[in-house]
């Protein structure tokens, strides 16, 4: 067999059976070799963009990390931005990169490039194999760096020779030695500040803290002592919706969140960092902890958060029975106009349960929450990075991942235009997936961002670089021509019954809110 074989071979050996792909020349052996292997899936991207979001949404999904398979260093540079939003989501990948042959890379051909140095913004694993003998081992220590604890995402670049040079066979991913469970003396520290100032405690979660089960046991936390729980503005996969745990998110606006955590002397990290703001504004802190708040870390990335709250749980004696039941907000069905209340109520409605819910809708999705909480139980995934066109390749992953469960894919029409071509793939592979672009025809967050950094009041010139009009987006178009069934909603009772027909279907729709 030659090196590209036996790199496919070991990366299905070693439990990573499905490949998010664009491409080219330089892989065309590990193309080929896909089809003398059995048990590797395949999935074509037509964008780098939508290859690499998708393995952070099947990751996110599945818990193990799948492949990519791009092409030299400019397809890897296509598919930076989503792989930067899978690095702050924790996400494990293994990219294959192809490279020209060893002995053609001297003579600066026009896709010469330094892939190293390019992975290395994004990867904390990168390797170059330096022959066709080297290839397995070095695919299986890539996947094992994925796998580790905390995940990570690992880039192994192939030589095109040392794909189609002859090669010795698979090898073995070794076991990973550094898991770590959680650290006893940090619960212990928690449990001190929580029996001793409670009402001044915010308990900060993230990550595994956000499952069904790690969440139950943070609200007996907080029934027994009476502290606060809160999550980060943003998190990779959180368990909501009815018989779940409704906690609040830490607010994006500066100025809604500096009241709410005005009066905290101590925050309990579990997984989660302290709270900054997402970019510097003038004359408003980056940090939005109040002066003085101790931080005390209970866990890590990687450290088990669901064991460490229930070591807390039964060091606070605290018990099912000390859960305080939860008023949510009351769902009815939506009339009249769209605006964000009703489409919120819209959606909350119409979750299925057991659906899985991708969130880049940013400025008409920030209401969303308090209804949501009251749909049937659902995951919640958004985006960790803040790198634009995350939302429908993700979706597109966790689709892959979960093929009997409903995903619905919420993006603003800004935003959506990043990673149209998801749409493609999501009809290609018969995904399940209810894509809704909220079409307000502008970059509604950076009109926000605008005044919100003080630039004062925009010109025609600096409207014409918020605005997306002239022309103006056709996205039922746009989804037909990629196969995807499309319609429009200007109202929001075209857009309940737009979701009722769309929910129960097979395969990929999308639906065109117009704000």
């Known amino acids: 067999m030659n090196g590209a074989e036996s790199l496919v071979r070991t990366l299905v050996a070693g439990g990573v059976d499905v490949c998010f792909a664009n ?65 702050k989501a924790h996400s494990g990948i293994v990219n294959i990169v192809g490279q020209h042959a060893v002995y053609h890379i001297d003579y600066n051909a026009p896709l010469t490039s330094d892939i190293e140095g390019l992975a290395r913004t994004m990867s904390a694993w990168v390797r170059t194999s330096p022959d066709a003998r080297s290839v397995a081992a070095d695919g299986a220590a890539a996947i094992a760096a994925a796998k580790s604890s905390p995940p990570q995402i690992a880039t192994l670049i192939l030589p095109a020779d040392t794909a189609w040079n002859e090669a010795d066979g698979i090898a073995r991913v070794p076991a990973d030695s550094q898991r770590v469970s959680y650290s006893p003396k940090a619960v212990e520290e928690a449990a001190r500040v929580l029996r001793g100032d409670p009402a001044h405690t915010l308990v900060l979660m993230t990550g595994s803290a956000l499952t069904e089960q790690a969440l139950k046991l943070a609200q007996q936390i907080a029934g027994k002592t009476g502290c606060k729980v809160m999550g980060q503005t943003y998190h990779p996969r959180m368990a909501r919706g009815q ?14 969140a500096l009241p709410i955590l005005k009066d905290f002397k101590h925050i309990v990290l579990v997984e989660a960092n302290d709270p900054v703001a997402f970019f510097a504004y003038p004359n408003k802190p980056s940090m939005l902890k109040p002066e003085g708040c101790e931080v005390h870390r209970m866990t890590s990335w990687g450290e088990n958060s669901t064991a460490a709250l229930a070591a807390l749980a039964g060091a606070l004696g605290a018990r099912p029975a000390d859960i305080k039941p939860q008023k ?5 069905k939506p009339t009249g106009a769209l605006t964000h209340a009703s489409i919120a109520q819209a959606i909350a409605m119409a979750i299925p349960e057991n659906a899985i819910v991708v969130d880049e809708s940013i400025t008409t999705g920030r209401g969303f929450f308090p209804p949501t909480a009251a749909a049937a139980p659902h995951d919640w995934l958004q985006n960790m990075g803040g790198s634009i066109g995350f939302s429908t390749p993700v979706a597109t992953g966790a689709a892959v991942a979960c093929p009997d469960r409903k995903v619905i894919c919420m993006v603003g029409d800004g935003s959506a235009m990043y990673t149209i071509q998801s749409l493609w793939t999501q009809a290609r592979e018969g995904l399940n997936v209810v894509t809704i672009v909220f079409a307000n025809r502008i970059y509604q967050i950076l009109r926000g961002e605008f005044d919100g950094v003080g630039a004062g009041e925009p010109g025609k010139r600096a409207q014409d670089m ?50």
Do not use: W
Not at 243 to 256: A, C, H, K, L, T
Not at 328 to 332: A, C, G, K, N
């Open 23 to 87: 491409p080219g020349t330089s892989e065309m052996h590990f193309v080929a070799a896909l089809d003398r292997v059995e048990g590797m899936r395949c999935v074509l991207g037509l964008f780098e963009g939508v290859v690499t979001g998708a393995a952070d949404g099947y990751f996110r999904m599945k818990g193990t990390p799948a492949s990519t398979l791009l092409h030299l260093g400019p397809g890897l540079a296509n598919g930076l931005a989503n792989l930067h939003n899978a690095k």
């Open 243 to 256: 018989g779940r745990f409704s906690i609040d998110r830490i607010p994006y606006v500066i100025e809604q």
């Open 328 to 332: 949510l907000m009351e769902l009815s």
């Open 466 to 515: 918020l605005k997306i009009d002239r022309p103006t987006l056709d996205f039922v178009a746009l989804a037909r021509g990629m196969g995807v069934p499309a319609r429009s909603a200007d109202n929001v009772d075209d857009f309940v019954k737009a979701l009722s027909e769309a929910i129960p279907e097979k395969g990929p729709r999308l639906i065109e809110v117009l704000m």
